[in-house]
């Protein structure tokens, strides 16, 4: 009965490295969301996917960031070429629907990224 | 701007008090969810309320949605340390264009002293 599960959890980069964090969604769940929280800021939606596509990306960063959700296997957020603003915790989610609005998205632990 | 405003933002109290916490918005939303997040974890979904008017008891929580499905409370009676966290508000738009997407109020720090 495994919930969303995100690794790494904490995640270390120097400045110019790739971050990569990955999401496996509840079992049986065809969508994935990726957040960030910024501390005073609350979360942020980021991208919404379902399998193979991305649905609605546009509270990512048009540069340096990219994601995926493949048909097999967990979605990948990647950052490219860290900055220290990028520091923050990412947490994905995953629903079953969202029709009707009706929409009860599920978190995991989140990922603390620290670029150095 | 934030789409949705918790107020107030860090509420300090003593056990066995009662407590609420407002959710507002200016927009209409389709459903809005209640979350806990405990420091270093994700939040942890509490309650999603979808009609105008509901209203939803989760022990000694009480959520209600507005008539008009713009705003949101959640009532704790009785208040226990274990309550302490922070208490966030979610809401789905009904713009079919961000049907995705939850909005997140920045959220109320509960600390419940013993």
């Known amino acids: 009965n495994a919930g969303v599960m995100q690794n790494p959890r904490h995640l270390v980069r120097r400045r110019g490295q790739e971050a990569r964090l990955r999401c496996s969604p509840v079992k049986g769940h065809s969508h994935v969301y990726w957040y960030r929280q910024l501390p005073e800021e609350g979360l942020k939606f980021m991208v919404y996917?379902?399998?193979?596509?991305?649905?609605?990306e546009s509270g990512m960063p048009k540069e340096r960031f990219s994601a995926e959700f493949p048909k097999e296997g967990p979605s990948i957020l990647r950052i490219q070429q860290v900055v220290r603003g990028d520091s923050a915790a990412y947490f994905c989610?995953?629903?079953?629907?969202?029709?009707?609005?009706?929409?009860?998205?599920?978190f995991g632990p989140g990922t603390r990224l620290t670029v150095l | 701007t934030q789409l949705l405003e918790q107020s107030p933002q860090f509420l300090s109290i003593q056990e066995g008090e009662n407590l609420t916490v407002y959710c507002n918005s200016s927009s209409v939303f389709s459903s809005l969810q209640w979350y806990r997040q405990e420091p270093g974890e994700g939040p942890v979904l509490l309650v999603t309320?979808?009609?105008?008017?509901e209203v939803k008891k989760l022990k000694r929580l009480t959520f209600q949605f507005g008539d008009a499905r713009k705003d949101s409370s959640l009532h704790i009676t009785a208040a226990q340390p274990g309550d302490t966290g922070l208490y966030l508000c979610a809401g789905v738009s009904v713009r079919g264009s961000t049907l995705g997407r939850l909005y997140f109020g920045r959220g109320t720090q509960l600390t419940v002293w013993p």
């Open positions: 309320v979808v009609t105008g008017g």
């Open positions: 996917l379902q399998k193979e596509n991305i649905i609605d």
């Open positions: 989610a995953s629903s079953l629907r969202t029709s009707g609005g009706y929409n009860e998205q599920f």
